[in-house]
């Protein structure tokens, strides 16, 4: 028998209702496998989304400390900042990695909620996805990483770390022109390395992060609440 998916039928058929029938029933109670399997999915993507904000934390915390240090003392030298850049760009790219893990729980919970859920509440919508059971098959039986690294990179510049980028490129600019006696282009050199390399450098470092945070591309990363979504 073949089963149709997408239905303009009576929400109330319970012929059409699929896997969605009995959501929102009393019967429907936690001893429900689709229930456990929910739960469990949850709890992976919450457990990512921590190790994730614990990243996020502490980049925060040494980027706190980087520029509490370097407006300590007149006699600091201003390359401390360009550590904390360089320090903050591990982070970024250890938050990446672990944005990549978060997404394989968080894609799992979106097909459960939009395939599942949404389709027990209303059956006459139909399902999101007609192959949310095969494509779920296949990633139990093989998980695969859905985002590449650059997607995962912008996607952790657009919600955090562009604009701790943008605070330490700021205070590095006043550092070497507000309390720098002489030119700025030579308060930025660093030992045999003239100013004017370590600015442009530096500039286009960040010219490639601005780059890669908002350059046009196919989102793979299914749900996330991105600006455009919300202003769709």
Same mark, same amino acid.
């Given at each position: ?11 109330? =058929? ?21 229930? /456990? ?15 994730? =904000? ?18 300590? !003392? ?34 799992? $919970? ?11 509440? =209303? ?15 296949? =990633?139990? !039986? ?12 912008? /996607? !952790? ?39 004017? $390399? ?16 908002? !350059? ?17």
């Amino acid at each position: 028998m073949t089963r149709v998916s997408n239905k303009d039928v009576d929400a109330t =058929d319970s012929t059409h209702r699929e896997v969605g029938e009995g959501l929102l029933e009393e019967d429907m109670g936690p001893s429900s496998a689709m229930a /456990h399997l929910y739960r469990g999915e949850i709890h992976r993507m919450k457990f990512w989304r921590e190790r994730l =904000d614990r990243t996020t934390n502490w980049a925060v915390l040494v980027i706190s400390a980087i520029l509490t240090w370097a407006f300590s !003392r007149p006699d600091i030298p201003h390359y401390i900042l360009l550590i904390g850049t360089a320090t903050l760009a591990v982070f970024l790219f250890i938050e990446a990695r672990r944005y990549r893990g978060y997404d394989i729980w968080r894609s799992r $919970v979106r097909t459960l909620q939009a395939n599942v859920f949404a389709y027990g509440l =209303d059956p006459a919508a139909g399902v999101a996805d007609p192959d949310w059971r095969k494509s779920l098959n296949e =990633d139990y !039986r093989q998980p695969t990483i859905k985002i590449s690294t650059e997607e995962a990179i912008a /996607h !952790r510049l657009r919600r955090v770390y562009l604009p701790l980028f943008t605070v330490l490129l700021t205070a590095w600019l006043v550092r070497i022109t507000v309390f720098s006696p002489g030119l700025w282009t030579e308060s930025a050199a660093i030992g045999m390395l003239p100013g004017v $390399v370590v600015i442009g450098i530096v500039g286009l470092l960040y010219a490639a992060a601005i780059v890669i945070a908002v !350059r046009p591309r196919t989102w793979h990363a299914k749900g996330e609440l991105r600006s455009e979504d919300l202003r769709g």
